[in-house]
């Protein structure tokens, strides 16, 4: 009896040593420089850390920082109320100020609260709410009294402009699916520029003519949490069952291209579009026709010069591709990472559709465009400005879904 | 005596082999275990601030908690304790949100709210049980997802955000309806509220007529009702004193930690209030000191990940790891003493 006792507690030792194996972070290297050394920042991710999407695309932004500069970042991933009841932004704030961060980006929308208590308690530390507007003068939150709180984002309507095109160029069925985060007016727009792409694409490079079928289902946050978000897999799902044949994502994780990628194994002709970090489509590559990413890289590394050479100042800074060479690491903010499931023939108007945008040939924020609900958004030749793009109230005419919550 | 003595030895191994446990995991993943012990420690009793993120989380842990003494003490496994926490914090929303007067009115009635929202919802489960003929664990469960359900309802829906669906929670309280703090965090009502519950439950439970009925009921409820005793009021009793010390947990939550009303309000805190209780043996007593040492280090795991980027998922496991090991220590106890019983009998 005792052999059996001392055997079984053998067993769950194992077994707990395997969990821990199996656990074990990732160990991260840094290239020192002169610069940075010593020097602490804070990175405050919503989601796991390598999430193959929006968190992950940031954490790889801060170990180029580490790369760059030689500064040391100090990571908390899963900051949201569901899997750190017991955590706020405005501890883990205060807590990576007590270590000594001299600089924090705190990543997502969902931050709001938090990263401005936060930033109201500490003004003497800089800090990035990234996807936010508190900075933005002529935007509807501005907070002039936070003069240590700046925003970064990407002017991702570009990528996701491109990422409506390769949909149009593959899909067989004119039918595309949105897979949708919660409603915002960052989400609005994005989902309104896969759209727009998709929507030019059909009619110019596949000769169609406005019958294309775009419906968007939000999910209600920014990736699955059981049980208070509709499942991701179960919408995909529901996509290719009626009929559509290319899932695009607008959501922090992959679960898209992972139901395509099963679908696709099963002789199914479908496709999807991940979204965020560059190394989504390996997931599974041959039904992802590419991913518009965020390389946020660039942008924090201006960001964390100019506390470096105490030139820091809040600023609402929305940056766009670098159009020289959408891929450029060290310039470029937003990408477009072509998939293997996109045909060459596509591929080659989708070059042609990038060009487009790059030299400005292609504006598709240009009426005549109207809201969702008919009413008019832009008049016959009057294009968008960035106040219209980033506070869209609605979707745009031609969109199957939710506007707002009803 | 010797049963204190052998309860107290049997919490004693457990407590140690969760440490050796909780050392290999942290070995195998690379970190020095002393380390990652004075960081749990540092980062959740090392500072002031600490100290009140750490009591904060507390509060509605040991609220449900002692809830769940009551209930476990009338024989009921009041699963449902989870929904409970989640109807106080929308109770205590509501008044948040909608009533305007000043601080202590609005601050009396959220809480007042809280404990009228998870009150109802746990005569619920109990209605559902002593006239329903509907398990206990089963209606709780069931009510527990209906809570959820209206929560995301809620938030996502009329209590939204202008402009905006998201499950990330609605917009801040007006200031009025917060629970004062000293510093940033602390809220001393909340604490005070904490510290009276498990009072009161412990008196409750040994001190009078009322809690020596309910444990007949929960002993024997044939036997309480051939003697006279109302089984039902008495189960309906244990149901509505859980649910208002659990519906208060959550009006804290709301008012007192997160300022806003989120879908994961309860933070679990119910679910894991079970655990807290199996692992107190159900005793009032001993509520408090174990409550605090899983806040400890769920508040302290935090630092394994910002100081070691150790995977913050550690903390959970030295919980989880804990309450398996003391129950299996226990279960092995009881295993060895009939043993020895039978062997006696036969020898």
Redesign the interface.
Same mark, same amino acid.
Not at chain 2, 163 to 169: E, F, Q, R
Not at chain 2, 257 to 260: C, D, E, N, S, V
Not at chain 2, 262 to 269: C, D, E, F, K, M
């Given at each position: 009896m005792r052999v059996k006792g001392l055997l079984r507690l053998v067993f769950i030792f194992s077994a707990f040593a395997l969990v821990a194996t199996a656990c074990g972070d990732d160990s991260t290297t840094t290239t020192t420089s002169a610069s940075g050394e010593g020097f602490k920042f804070g990175m405050i991710l919503v989601g796991p850390q390598n999430d193959h999407g929006w968190s992950q695309a940031h954490y790889e932004a801060g170990q180029y920082l580490e790369q760059k500069t030689g500064a040391t970042m100090i990571v908390l991933d899963k900051v949201n109320t569901a899997d750190r009841p017991e955590t706020t932004v405005d501890q883990v704030i205060d807590d990576m100020v007590a270590q000594g961060a001299g600089l924090i980006f705190a990543t997502s929308d969902d931050m709001k609260d938090g990263v401005l208590l936060g930033a109201e308690r500490h003004p003497d530390v800089p800090m990035i709410w990234s996807s936010g507007d508190n900075a933005w003068a002529d935007g509807k939150d501005y907070r002039a009294d936070l003069a240590n709180l700046g925003n970064e984002m990407g002017r991702m309507e570009y990528g996701k402009m491109i990422a409506g095109c390769a949909a149009a160029l593959t899909s067989e069925t004119g039918k595309l699916g949105y897979l949708g985060p919660l409603i915002n007016d960052e989400t609005r727009r994005l989902a309104s520029s896969v759209f727009l792409g998709a929507d030019y694409c059909w009619q110019n490079y596949r000769g169609m003519g406005d019958d294309l079928s775009f419906s968007v289902n939000w999910i209600g946050f920014w990736f699955n949490i059981p049980g208070f978000t509709l499942d991701p897999t179960l919408v995909a799902n529901d996509f290719f069952d009626g009929g559509v044949d290319v899932v695009i994502s607008g959501i922090d994780t992959t679960e898209a291209l992972v139901v395509a990628g099963q679908r696709a194994a099963a002789d199914e002709s479908v496709w999807a579009i991940p979204y965020d970090f560059e190394g989504a489509c390996a997931e599974a590559p041959n039904a992802c026709l590419g991913v518009p990413y965020f390389n946020w890289g660039p942008a924090y590394l201006r960001v964390l010069n100019s506390v470096l050479t105490d030139s820091f100042s809040a600023d609402f800074n929305w940056w766009g591709p670098d159009w020289a060479d959408i891929n450029n690491a060290d310039t470029s903010g937003v990408g477009w990472e072509a998939g293997a499931g996109l045909s060459a023939d596509a591929a080659a108007s989708l070059d042609e559709f990038i060009a487009g945008l790059g030299d400005g040939s292609i504006n598709l924020y240009t009426g005549p465009l109207n809201y969702q609900d008919g009413t008019p958004f832009l008049a016959a030749g009057e294009e968008a400005t960035d106040l219209q793009i980033w506070y869209m109230p609605q979707l745009l005419e031609g969109m199957v879904g939710a506007s707002s919550a009803g | 005596m010797r049963a204190a003595w052998n309860r107290a030895g049997s919490k004693t191994i457990a407590v140690a082999?969760a440490v050796l /446990?909780t050392a290999?995991?942290?070995l195998? &993943? +690379?970190a020095s275990p002393i380390e990652s012990f004075r960081l749990i420690w540092q980062?959740s009793v090392g500072?002031g601030?600490k100290a009140a @993120?750490t009591l904060m989380?507390w509060v509605p842990l040991v609220l449900a908690a002692s809830g769940l003494v009551v209930t476990f003490a009338a024989g009921l496994w009041n699963i449902g304790v989870e929904g409970q926490v989640v109807m106080g914090a929308i109770a205590a929303s509501w008044v948040a949100r909608e009533f305007h007067a000043p601080s202590a009115a609005v601050i009396t009635v959220a809480l007042i709210a809280g404990i009228i929202g998870g009150l109802l919802w746990g005569l619920f489960a109990g209605v559902l049980r002593v006239y329903g003929k509907v398990n206990e664990i089963f209606g709780g469960l069931g009510l527990d997802?209906v809570a959820?359900g209206l929560v995301?309802y809620l938030v996502? +829906?009329p209590w939204?955000r202008a402009?905006?669906? &998201?499950? &990330?929670?609605t917009d801040?309280f007006p200031k009025e309806a917060w629970l004062p703090t000293v510093g @940033?965090?602390l809220a001393p009502i909340a604490i005070v509220l904490a510290v009276l519950a498990v009072i009161a439950v412990y008196f409750l439970m040994r001190g009078t007529f009322f809690g020596l009925r309910l444990k007949a009921v929960g002993a024997n409820p044939a036997s309480a009702y051939i003697i006279g005793l109302s089984t039902s009021r008495y189960l309906l009793s244990a149901m509505a004193i859980c649910g208002g010390l659990a519906g208060l947990g959550g009006a804290v939550q709301a008012i007192g930690? %997160?300022?806003?009303l /989120?879908?994961?309000? &309860?933070?679990?805190?119910g679910f894991l209030a079970i655990l807290v209780v199996l692992l107190a043996g159900f005793r009032a007593s001993l509520i408090a000191p174990i409550a605090f040492f899983f806040?400890m280090i769920?508040?302290g795991g935090?630092?394994l990940?910002?100081?070691l +980027?150790?995977?913050?998922?550690?903390g959970g496991?030295v919980q989880g790891?804990l309450v398996l090991l003391t129950v299996l220590v226990g279960g092995?106890q009881v295993r060895r003493a009939r %043993?020895r019983v039978r062997l006696e009998a036969e020898g």
């Open positions: - | 082999l /446990v290999a995991l942290l195998a &993943s +690379g980062g500072s601030p @993120d989380a997802f959820t995301v996502i +829906g939204k402009g905006i669906a &998201s499950t &990330s929670g801040p @940033d965090k930690f %997160q300022h806003k /989120v879908p994961a309000i &309860s933070g679990g805190y806040v769920s508040v935090t630092q990940s910002l100081r +980027g150790l995977n913050s998922s550690l496991v790891t092995w %043993q």
